[in-house]
C-alpha cells in the first residue's frame, strides 16, 4: 500500500506564492509519474502538473509560467511551486503518483487533498 501525503496549503493574497509538497511511503519499489489535480468547489478534478521519473513535465494552460513541478526521487517527494496566484487558484489540490510496488504490481494512489484559498 501506497500513501501520500500533502502538506503546504494555506490563505494567500493574490499574487503571492505558495510551495505545495507531497511525499509517498509504503511499499514502493518505483515510482513514475507523479502529479498536482486541483478541484474547486463546484468544478471537476483538474490536472495542474505533471512529471515523470525523467524529469519531463507537463502544466495545464493556466499553470504554465506561474507554476513549477519538481520532484525528489531520492525522497519519493514532488513539490510544486506556486506564483502570481490568482483568485481563481482557489481549490483543493491533491497529489497522485503512479508506478509498481513492492509486490510488483502497479499502484495509482492519492492524497488526501490540501486546501489552497486565494483572497484579499
Known amino acids: 500500500q501506497v500513501q501520500l501525503v500533502e502538506s503546504g496549503g494555506g490563505l494567500v493574497q493574490p499574487g503571492e506564492s505558495l510551495r505545495l509538497s507531497c511525499a509517498a511511503s509504503g511499499s514502493i519499489l518505483s515510482i513514475n509519474y507523479m502529479g498536482w489535480y486541483r478541484q474547486a468547489r463546484g468544478k471537476e478534478r483538474e490536472l495542474v502538473a505533471g512529471?515523470?521519473?525523467?524529469?519531463?513535465?507537463n502544466y495545464a494552460g493556466s499553470a504554465k509560467g506561474r507554476f513549477t513541478i519538481s520532484r525528489d526521487n531520492a525522497k519519493n517527494t514532488v513539490y510544486l511551486q506556486m506564483n502570481s496566484l490568482k483568485p481563481e487558484d482557489t481549490a483543493v489540490y491533491y497529489c497522485?503518483?503512479?508506478?509498481?510496488?513492492?509486490?510488483?504490481?502497479?499502484?495509482?494512489?492519492w492524497g488526501q487533498g490540501t486546501q489552497v484559498t486565494v483572497s484579499s
Open positions: 497522485n503518483a503512479g508506478g509498481r510496488d513492492t509486490r510488483r504490481l502497479d499502484f495509482s494512489s
Open positions: 512529471i515523470i521519473s525523467s524529469g519531463t513535465t
